[in-house]
Structures are given as structure tokens and as C-alpha cells.
């Protein structure tokens, strides 16, 4: 491939999109969080967060891995406009039987917890915020490789929903506003996503059959089980947080871990939604190992850049527990150097070979080591911000030693047969 044909490849478009989606997304956050913990508090932005973080394992549910798993019956039927219809019917109706079956747990686990009942209209918005994450069919433009019109759809709603939290948030009593803004950006997000896919791929939406919906159900429980415990574990100590330490806890580890996300959400997003799609379609695991590794390269040069300009450019952004938040954020870019190499050996790499239940064994294995590990703080009253950061660390570190191992083994076998 020359070098005129790489500016010209659908891959650099979908990762220049990507680019603006993810930059312009985490931009936002960065600029609420200084706003918001002056305005409404630590402990309000805390809970906001927590709620969030809350729904976040319904959504995971309701996902249900479909974002991997629907890529190469996408990707094999892109030109046929009525499969590809029943594909899409399919994956919406088991989704719409998970949400109903999400309803049911959410309204018992909010009415039986006092903390959660005492703030009904926040969890309320939360579940909005959540539907709408789901309805939004934009893993459909990730497995057909359109990132440019997920940017053109979020960008301009984000701006419409988003930025009036500077307007309307003015005191400590208006964080449930903030929840409000971030329903309607992912509800209204989600309804014009699902009207732009209909139009752009000629596709109509359909009652299937329950084997149709059984089939796609049962062909994605092996993603769902991986990214239902690597997504559950990675965000599981705000609420380890929430319900030992209380919501100011939560307040300054979200404050640091939104840094931490402003990079993680491009390069995360970057190795499952394009990188993965374009790996099942390419076929070429020479080139697939050489960009890999070149990604290794330039996370760690680029994490070293932000280690040291960081206590630089944090204080001009961040006025309260500037000091606290970054010692927690440097914790998060170690976790990154980590990290991302550990996502980048899972489905874009060691997937592609066809080594799903392999994948999902390293993640199982992690998750335990995290569990383990945060249960021994609990038992020895070690809970701590920078604890509970730590037991990330930790568990990364096993998961990246084993899928080293399995791509390193793939690789031996490869040489053996040749």
C-alpha cells in the first residue's frame, strides 16, 4: 500500500473520525469538571457520577456484546440490504427483551436501597440516558466502517445538550440538571442515529422471529461474558467507593479517572471499533502484528509527554483538590501504560485469530485477580482511592502477561507449521 493510498484508505478516514468523535467528546468533560465542582461540590458531582456509573452495568447488559459480536455478520452481508435489515431487527429486538428485563432489576434495586431511593428523579434520568444509549445503532456505522456519520450525528447534539449545563447548573441544588442534559443528548442522540442508518443503508426494520432473536442472542453471549467483566470490573471502584468511603470519594476519583478517560476514550474505541472490523475484513495478521506493536510504541511515548507536562496543565484547569487529583491521575497513566496494550492483544488481535474463549479466559482470570484484591482491602480496612486504583493495575498486569502469552504462543505454532 503506498503512501497515497493510506491518506486516501477508508481506515485513516475512520480513525480521523474517530479522532474528532473521541477528542471532541472528552473535551467536554474536561471543561465540565472544573465548572461543575465549583458549582455544584465534590460530593454533588460524586453522585451524579455514581448514578451514572450505576446504569453503566444495566447498559453493559443491555449491550450485551452486540458491538463485537454483530461485526462479521455486518460485515459479511454489507451489500445485501434485506439481510442486512433482519441483522439489524434482530440485534434491536433482543435488545428492546433486555431492556424490559433491565426495568424490572433497576425500579427493585433503587426501591429496596435507601441512599438510591432518596434520589428517585436522578436514577430515573440515569435509566433515560441509558436507553438511549442502547437504542443508538452506531455499532452498525462501526461494522460497516462509516465512523463519519457517528461524528456528524453526536457532535452537534452533544453541543445542543451539553454545553447549556454552563447556563442552567448555578448552585448545589441543580445537580440533578446536569443528569437531565445527559439524558437528552443520548436519548436524542440515539432516535436521529436510528432514522440516519435507515435512510443511508436502504435498510428496513422488522418483526423476526424468536429464532432469529434466540440466534443472535446465543451468538453473542461469549463477547458479553469478556466485556461484561472487563467494562463491570474497570468501573466498579466508584461504587466501591460510593458505598464505603461516601459520594466526596467518588467526587475526586471520577474528577481524576474523567482525565484518564479523555485518553482511554479514544484509544480504547479505536482497537474495538475500527481497528477489529478492519482486521476481520483485511485478513492480514503480518500487517495486523506491525500495527500493533507500533501502537504499543507510540501509547507509551505519549503517556511519558502527559506524565510530565501534567502538573503543569492540570491547576489551569482544575481550582479545587487540584493536588489530590493529580496524584490520582498520574495512578490512572500508569494504568494506561498497562492497559491499553492488554485491549490492544484482545479482540482486535488475538479475536481475529479466532481466539474469543481464549480472550474472555484472560479477562475471567483478571477479573478475579481484581476481586481478590479489592476484597482484601475490604477485609483489612485498606480502602483508599489510590488503593483501589492500584487493584486496576494489578489485575491489567495479569491480563496483559497472559495475552502476551497466547499471542506469542499463536505465533510460535504459526512458525512451526510453515
Known sequence: MTLSQVFKSRLLSNIWNQFLLYGFSSIIPILLIPYLLNVIGVEKYGLVNFAIIFSFYFQIFNEFGFDLSNVRHVVNNRDNQEKLGRIVSSILQCKFFLILCSLFVYILVVGLIPSLRNELTLYILAFIRLIGVVIAPYWLFRSMEDIKYITRISVPIKLLCILPIFLIVKSTDDYALVMLCYALETFVSGIVALFIAQKRYGIKLQIVSAQEVKFYLKDSIPFFSS??????????????????????????????????????????????????????????????????????????????????????????????????????????????????????????????????????????????????????????????IGSVIWALIIANVGCLVLRLYLANKVRVGNVDKQ
Open 227 to 384: 466485556t461484561f467483566l472487563m467494562r463491570a470490573y474497570k468501573t466498579m471502584n466508584t461504587l466501591v467507593l460510593g458505598f464505603i468511603l461516601g459520594d466526596f470519594a467518588v467526587g475526586l476519583y471520577t474528577a481524576a479517572e474523567k482525565l484518564h478517560n479523555a485518553y482511554s476514550s479514544f484509544v480504547s474505541p479505536l482497537l474495538s471499533q475500527i481497528f477489529y472490523p478492519y482486521f476481520t475484513r483485511i485478513k492480514n495478521m503480518g500487517r495486523a502484528t506491525k500495527m500493533v506493536l507500533l501502537l504499543c510504541i507510540a501509547n507509551t511515548i505519549a503517556l511519558a509527554c502527559i506524565y510530565f507536562l501534567s502538573p503543569y496543565l492540570i491547576p489551569i484547569f482544575i481550582k479545587t483538590e487540584t493536588a489530590s487529583i493529580t496524584t490520582y491521575f498520574n495512578l490512572f497513566l500508569l494504568l494506561l501504560a498497562i492497559s491499553v496494550p492488554a485491549d490492544m492483544f484482545g479482540f482486535p488481535y488475538l479475536g481475529v485469530l479466532g481466539k474469543i474463549n481464549e480472550v474472555n479466559m484472560t479477562t475471567i482470570y483478571s477479573a478475579i485477580i481484581y476481586i481478590i484484591v479489592v476484597l482484601v482491602l475490604i477485609l483489612t480496612h485498606s480502602i483508599s
